[in-house]
């Protein structure tokens, strides 16, 4: 079973689904901790009242982001995680961590990538007056919201949509496609080497993936 770690900065609505997700047995893996830079994040008490062990480390009681990167690798090194998933983590990670992890980090970004890395993805859709919205799952490389794409989630944008439409539709896409992928990365059906991403033959895993939502 894979040991996971969860990094978070906020609520964690992508981290509960991957705890429920655990739970049933849908995903062979184990949470072994979940990290915040935040010692508020709302995803801390999900954590705890699963009784999964949580570790704050705040980027404001490090005088630099190396010294911050230097306890989030000591602790990812002590846990032992085979799998580092960034669940709404708001903090940029540098090549300390991503090359040492490469092939271990997975983020999930709200956009259909390489469109909106960065913030605010939802207001530039309804701004730039989109049809279409969605989510990337990505394998993480030391560039913002890059990295060798694994999954994509799409849904239509409806003229009338606003913004609390969008976030809703877009993170019921996440909660669905993350812990799929995830599923798959520790099935080992999905892995990153020298050649780029390998989806192992399956039915589900042929090549990149793609869902379109109808809802
Ligand atoms: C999600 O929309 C995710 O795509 C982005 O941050 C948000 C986190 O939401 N990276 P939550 O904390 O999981 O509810």
Redesign the pocket.
Same mark, same amino acid.
């Given at each position: 079973m894979k040991r996971i770690a969860v990094l978070?900065s #906020?609520?964690?609505?992508?981290?509960q689904a991957i705890i429920d997700r655990c739970r049933s047995g849908y995903i062979d893996g184990k949470i072994v901790s979940v990290i915040s830079n935040n010692p508020n994040a709302f #995803?801390l008490e999900r954590a705890a009242s699963s009784n999964i062990e949580t570790k704050i480390i705040n980027h404001s009681d490090y005088q630099s982001r190396d010294a911050f990167e230097d306890a989030l690798y000591e602790h990812l090194a002590e846990i032992d995680a085979d799998l580092i998933v960034l669940?709404?983590f708001m903090r940029i990670l540098s090549h300390k961590i991503t090359d040492y992890f490469m092939g271990k980090i997975i983020n999930?970004?709200?956009s259909l990538l390489p469109k909106y890395p960065g913030l605010e993805t939802h207001k530039k859709v309804i701004s730039n007056k989109d049809n279409s919205h969605g989510?990337s799952v990505h394998f993480v490389s030391s560039e913002l919201d890059s990295g060798p794409l694994i999954a994509q989630g799409e849904i239509k944008i409806h003229h009338n949509d606003n913004i609390d439409d969008i976030i809703n539709r877009?993170?019921r896409i996440?909660h669905l496609i993350y812990p799929e992928v995830i599923k798959l990365i520790c099935n080992n059906q999905i892995i990153l080497n020298d050649n780029g991403i390998e989806f192992k033959e399956n039915e589900n895993t042929k090549g990149f993936i793609y869902r379109y939502y109808d809802f």
């Open positions: 978070i #906020g609520s964690g609505t992508n981290l #995803g669940a709404g999930i970004h709200p989510v877009i993170h996440e």
